[in-house]
């Protein structure tokens, strides 16, 4: 099977700042790809390269296509919604409608009104009268009647409120995704993406410090929570992070034996914001 | 095709004012300053009439012209030209609106997405710079000139049936053949939209160079738009002391005019026109230099990222 984007070798710099420095990955059909980073680890400059937005040096293939040279070609297959405030605020709905029919052959029109109507957003409306959550509200309802295979979202709820982010995922999930789309995500807001991702990866300073599939995380990281007793510490292998918590610390370990883990407290697998958190750290000590 | 009509329609949904409001209300403005001006007219010539002998010699006098003129057919009847000069000072007004609010959409055509980001958004959608580019010129040349012509041709036909019934029907003067007013109406249309064509070709390095600033600056394009030659033309000056720059703008800004308004009177020297634009060197080389402007728009819009 083809990757959906293959990557090698990514570099990219601006000035002596490097935003790519050595990115290689691949992403398969049917999969759910959440990119994390903290603010300017290169996760935009990625997305642009991806998208065929801003050239890069390396190779990168998506569906096969060079995205700097083919573009045109390649966003009949590719769909992205890069920010919540990017449409043009003179636009009407209706007319935005009529756009997309126009210019996209993989645009139904009848999909996106169908979505629409379970919304208060009107196709007389114009943009600049919708509130921030309309505005994804139509944003999606648009971008999901494209029958892309790759979706990208780069931070696609930001600024919105819990019941519209809880909405836009559930609705990604539900009305969007099949096993012949693949998505690729980047948000600050870890926890809400969590359950829906199949793959994840955490980039710092322009390189990947983590890439795995959720599976591999839940076999590769244990996470145990002590009480205050540090005798047990010094029999345990070293920790990768280690946070306090209410009555005792939580420590993280990675490619340690969970069965011999368990003997000394309870085990779990780490939610992915306490893993970046504790990846992104362990990157600055080694640094 | 579907894909550049749409890409076109886009253009005329972002200027609609521009592009469709603007020449609905000229044409009604010149619809009613004509039904106004009848008024003051109308009382003269009646007052002409009441008060031949009038205390007041001066309306008298001008009354007089107006109605003898009228009144031994000489305006319209045995000389249609005198239509024509009519329609073409309509159709002037009407290309004059039309060259600043063009002037004004060139200059912010591939500005306007960058300044509120939705260049993100029209970049997500398949559609080539390149194509994107075109849809914009083509509707600038010919989608907005189109609409400026129909409200033109409205007003021009207003104008004259107006004249017409007013002057026959009130007046009881014998007014031309409704075929030699459509006659009329129908080659001054035809000038018209000739010279058109020859002006957008003469302007459109002009538009071209517009569009060139409107993808380069970050900030304000009209500063460069206007800066740059005027900049061209001072140094020019300073370091060659010569003035080419000033006198090819001027001629290129001259030929446009001319063209329309000669064809615009008399459509029939279509074929002078041909042969002299198409023997003028200016007239090529600044359509190559249009094809460059073009070419640098596209690269700008395809190669570089600010946002």
């Given at each position: 099977m083809q990757p959906v984007i293959k990557a090698r070798g990514l570099h990219k710099s601006y000035g002596a700042t490097k935003a790519l420095d050595g990115i290689d990955f691949d992403l398969m059909p049917g999969r759910i790809l959440g990119l994390i980073g903290p603010n300017g680890a290169g996760k935009t400059t990625l997305l642009k390269t991806i998208l065929g937005l801003a050239p890069a040096q390396g190779e990168i293939r998506v569906l096969g296509m060079n995205p700097h040279t083919q573009r045109t070609e390649l966003l009949e297959q590719v769909s992205f919604i890069a920010d919540t405030a990017i449409l043009p605020r003179w636009l009407k709905v209706r007319e935005a409608l009529e756009y997309l029919e126009g210019v996209?052959?993989?645009?139904h029109r009848d999909r996106a009104e169908i979505f629409l109507q379970r919304t208060e957003i009107k196709a007389t409306h114009i943009i600049r009268q919708l509130s921030k959550g309309m505005l994804t509200q139509l944003h999606l309802a648009l971008i999901m009647a494209i029958d892309s295979n790759l979706l990208v979202l780069d931070e696609p709820t930001l600024g919105l409120d819990i019941l519209y982010r809880k909405q836009f995922y559930r609705t990604l999930l539900e009305d969007y995704f099949d096993e012949n789309k693949t998505i690729l995500i980047t948000t600050h807001q870890v926890e809400e993406i969590e359950h829906l991702l199949t793959d994840v990866i955490f980039i710092k300073n322009g390189r990947i410090c983590l890439s795995a599939s959720m599976e591999e995380l839940h076999h590769r990281f244990t996470e145990i929570r002590l009480t205050d007793d540090r005798s047990a510490q010094a029999a345990m292998p070293q920790a990768i992070h280690t946070r306090p918590i209410l009555g005792g610390q939580a420590l993280i370990f990675e490619n340690s034996d969970r069965e011999s883990l368990r003997t000394f407290g309870d085990i779990r697998t780490p939610s992915l914001a306490d893993l970046f958190v504790a990846k992104i750290q362990e990157e600055r000590r080694d640094a | 095709m579907r894909k550049f009509m749409t890409q076109v329609k886009r253009e005329f949904w972002e200027c609609r004012t521009s592009f469709i409001k603007t020449p609905m209300i000229a044409a009604g403005v010149l619809m009613g300053l004509l039904l106004l001006g009848i008024v003051p007219w109308h009382q003269k010539v009646a007052g002409f009439i009441k008060h031949q002998q009038s205390e007041n010699p001066a309306a008298a006098t001008l009354g007089s012209e107006v109605f003898s003129g009228l009144n031994n057919h000489q305006t319209i009847t045995t000389d249609p030209g005198y239509l024509t000069y009519g329609l073409a000072a309509v159709y002037s007004i009407f290309a004059a609106i039309l060259l600043l609010v063009l002037a004004f959409y060139f200059v912010d055509a591939l500005y306007s997405d960058r300044r509120d980001q939705s260049i993100l958004f029209w970049k997500s959608?398949?559609?080539s710079e390149r194509s994107a580019i075109l849809s914009k010129l083509a509707t600038g040349l010919i989608g907005a000139p189109a609409l400026y012509g129909i409200a033109a041709l409205v007003t021009g036909t207003f104008f004259l049936f107006t004249f017409m019934i007013y002057a026959g029907a009130i007046w009881n003067i014998p007014v031309p053949s409704a075929g030699a007013m459509v006659l009329t109406l129908f080659k001054c249309s035809l000038g018209l939209l000739l010279g058109w064509c020859f002006m957008a070709l003469w302007y459109l390095p002009l538009f071209c160079w517009l569009l060139l600033c409107s993808a380069f600056v970050r900030k304000t394009p009209f500063l460069m738009a206007l800066g740059a030659p005027l900049a061209l033309i001072v140094l020019e000056k300073w370091v060659l002391g010569s003035h080419h720059t000033f006198v090819i703008l001027v001629k290129q800004i001259a030929a446009g005019i001319y063209n329309l308004e000669l064809l615009l009177n008399t459509p029939q020297n279509l074929a002078d026109q041909l042969t002299s634009t198409a023997t003028a060197p200016q007239f090529w080389i600044g359509l190559a230099v249009s094809a460059g402007f073009l070419s640098a728009c596209v690269w700008l819009r395809t190669n570089r990222w600010e946002l």
């Amino acid at each position: 099977m083809q990757p959906v984007i293959k990557a090698r070798g990514l570099h990219k710099s601006y000035g002596a700042t490097k935003a790519l420095d050595g990115i290689d990955f691949d992403l398969m059909p049917g999969r759910i790809l959440g990119l994390i980073g903290p603010n300017g680890a290169g996760k935009t400059t990625l997305l642009k390269t991806i998208l065929g937005l801003a050239p890069a040096q390396g190779e990168i293939r998506v569906l096969g296509m060079n995205p700097h040279t083919q573009r045109t070609e390649l966003l009949e297959q590719v769909s992205f919604i890069a920010d919540t405030a990017i449409l043009p605020r003179w636009l009407k709905v209706r007319e935005a409608l009529e756009y997309l029919e126009g210019v996209h052959p993989r645009f139904h029109r009848d999909r996106a009104e169908i979505f629409l109507q379970r919304t208060e957003i009107k196709a007389t409306h114009i943009i600049r009268q919708l509130s921030k959550g309309m505005l994804t509200q139509l944003h999606l309802a648009l971008i999901m009647a494209i029958d892309s295979n790759l979706l990208v979202l780069d931070e696609p709820t930001l600024g919105l409120d819990i019941l519209y982010r809880k909405q836009f995922y559930r609705t990604l999930l539900e009305d969007y995704f099949d096993e012949n789309k693949t998505i690729l995500i980047t948000t600050h807001q870890v926890e809400e993406i969590e359950h829906l991702l199949t793959d994840v990866i955490f980039i710092k300073n322009g390189r990947i410090c983590l890439s795995a599939s959720m599976e591999e995380l839940h076999h590769r990281f244990t996470e145990i929570r002590l009480t205050d007793d540090r005798s047990a510490q010094a029999a345990m292998p070293q920790a990768i992070h280690t946070r306090p918590i209410l009555g005792g610390q939580a420590l993280i370990f990675e490619n340690s034996d969970r069965e011999s883990l368990r003997t000394f407290g309870d085990i779990r697998t780490p939610s992915l914001a306490d893993l970046f958190v504790a990846k992104i750290q362990e990157e600055r000590r080694d640094a | 095709m579907r894909k550049f009509m749409t890409q076109v329609k886009r253009e005329f949904w972002e200027c609609r004012t521009s592009f469709i409001k603007t020449p609905m209300i000229a044409a009604g403005v010149l619809m009613g300053l004509l039904l106004l001006g009848i008024v003051p007219w109308h009382q003269k010539v009646a007052g002409f009439i009441k008060h031949q002998q009038s205390e007041n010699p001066a309306a008298a006098t001008l009354g007089s012209e107006v109605f003898s003129g009228l009144n031994n057919h000489q305006t319209i009847t045995t000389d249609p030209g005198y239509l024509t000069y009519g329609l073409a000072a309509v159709y002037s007004i009407f290309a004059a609106i039309l060259l600043l609010v063009l002037a004004f959409y060139f200059v912010d055509a591939l500005y306007s997405d960058r300044r509120d980001q939705s260049i993100l958004f029209w970049k997500s959608m398949p559609v080539s710079e390149r194509s994107a580019i075109l849809s914009k010129l083509a509707t600038g040349l010919i989608g907005a000139p189109a609409l400026y012509g129909i409200a033109a041709l409205v007003t021009g036909t207003f104008f004259l049936f107006t004249f017409m019934i007013y002057a026959g029907a009130i007046w009881n003067i014998p007014v031309p053949s409704a075929g030699a007013m459509v006659l009329t109406l129908f080659k001054c249309s035809l000038g018209l939209l000739l010279g058109w064509c020859f002006m957008a070709l003469w302007y459109l390095p002009l538009f071209c160079w517009l569009l060139l600033c409107s993808a380069f600056v970050r900030k304000t394009p009209f500063l460069m738009a206007l800066g740059a030659p005027l900049a061209l033309i001072v140094l020019e000056k300073w370091v060659l002391g010569s003035h080419h720059t000033f006198v090819i703008l001027v001629k290129q800004i001259a030929a446009g005019i001319y063209n329309l308004e000669l064809l615009l009177n008399t459509p029939q020297n279509l074929a002078d026109q041909l042969t002299s634009t198409a023997t003028a060197p200016q007239f090529w080389i600044g359509l190559a230099v249009s094809a460059g402007f073009l070419s640098a728009c596209v690269w700008l819009r395809t190669n570089r990222w600010e946002l």
